[in-house]
């Protein structure tokens, strides 16, 4: 199983960026998906999940109304779209899924929120 990450990068605050996470090696549309981050000196949090149906989707209070977490399954990819971004919404973000009880993460990509 692989996760790879990509899209971030340096944007102002109010501004937005899409994540993006190509994952292989396992059935895709069997898997929940999921997207955390850790900024500097903190743990890591949970950010939001996606169901494998996509029919579900959890956020952390912090980002509810700002970002939306999808999936497609044709192209094996979930996706973060990041609007009215805030420097506190710097960190490195990083994909996740379980499979077989193994959590799996990508290398994560660093997304910047400053003027």
């Known amino acids: 199983v692989q996760v790879v990450e990509s899209g971030g990068g340096l944007v102002q605050p109010g501004g937005s960026l899409r994540l993006s996470c190509a994952a292989s090696?396992?059935?895709?549309?069997?898997?929940?998906m999921s997207w955390d981050r850790q900024a500097p000196g903190k743990e890591r949090e949970f950010v939001a999940g996606v169901s494998s149906t996509g029919r579900e989707e959890t956020y952390v209070d912090s980002v509810s109304g700002r970002f939306t977490i999808s999936r497609d399954d044709a192209k094996n990819t979930v996706y973060l779209q990041m609007n009215s971004l805030k420097p506190e919404d710097t960190a490195v973000y990083y994909c996740k899924t379980t499979v077989g009880g193994y959590d799996y993460w990508g290398q994560g990509t660093q997304v910047t929120v400053s003027s």
């Open positions: 090696g396992l059935p895709f549309s069997r898997y929940a």
